[in-house]
């Protein structure tokens, strides 16, 4: 016989399952847990996300029915290697390829900066800002800033609390960054420091709005950034 107090119990284990799903479902798009990479034990989910072992093997059920892993007994939960489920092929290797790619994002990014600067998390603002200093110390290194350079913009997509597109960002991975075009060897060129300064200029200026929680200054900041990558990297 059905028991309606017990329904309260069961809808907020649903609602912590829905909400640990979506956590750990971020930290495999954005990379913190990579293909091959064994999740935490279920002990530890336990402990760092504040549930019940019970929902825990909810959420690890949904992410296995997702196809983002998969269990193998006696030894742990490991993050599956996606496949493409666009069914998009992406390249860079043309100046025109550049463009498409840029134009691309333009539609998807301007989008995302405006709901990011509306529904931001401190946490997630804090995140922004340190991949925005990771990427200021790799310049000033002469190291490669392409890794800092997505993480910021797939915060942003995080940001928007629409899984969608952060699914789509990590889909495009390196491609979304024309430098990733620019040879190892020619990383500490001049030029190729200079335009990095300049990228972030115009990433300081997309934090500074998504900080303000100004939607209509973040979407003005990811146009002209958008744009100069554009003319900087696709020989436009």
């Known amino acids: ?89 992406l390249s860079l290797d043309t100046a025109a390829s550049v463009r498409g790619i840029l134009e691309l994002r333009m539609g998807l990014e301007v989008q995302a900066v405006a709901l990011a600067a509306v529904r931001r998390s401190d946490d997630q603002l804090q995140r922004m800002r340190q991949a925005l200093d990771d990427y200021q110390a790799s310049l000033a290194n002469n190291d490669s ?47 190729f420091a200079r335009l990095g300064y300049l990228a972030n200029q115009e990433h300081e200026a997309i934090l500074n709005a998504i900080r303000k929680q100004d939607p209509d200054a973040a979407r003005a900041a990811m146009v002209l950034h958008l744009t100069n990558s554009r003319d900087r990297f696709s020989g436009g």
Do not use: W
């Not at 107090?5 to 799903?21: C, E, F, G, I, M």
């Open 145 to 191: 800033c392409v890794e800092e350079d997505k993480r910021f913009h797939q915060l942003i997509a995080e940001a928007t609390g629409n899984t969608y597109f952060t699914e789509i960002m990590q889909h495009l991975g390196d491609t979304m960054i024309p430098r990733t075009r620019v040879k190892g060897d020619e990383r500490g060129d001049a030029d």
């Open 1 to 89: 016989m059905h028991d309606p107090s017990n329904a309260p119990t069961r809808k907020r284990a649903t609602s912590l399952a829905h909400d640990l799903v979506e956590a750990l479902r971020q930290q495999i798009l954005l990379g913190q847990f990579r293909p091959g990479d064994k999740l935490p034990s279920e002990p530890t989910i336990v402990r760092e996300h504040g549930v019940s072992r019970t929902v825990v093997r909810e959420a690890i059920s949904k992410l296995q029915a997702s196809g983002l892993v998969e269990t193998r007994h006696g030894i742990g939960t490991f993050v599956l290697e996606r496949e493409s489920q666009l069914g998009l092929r």
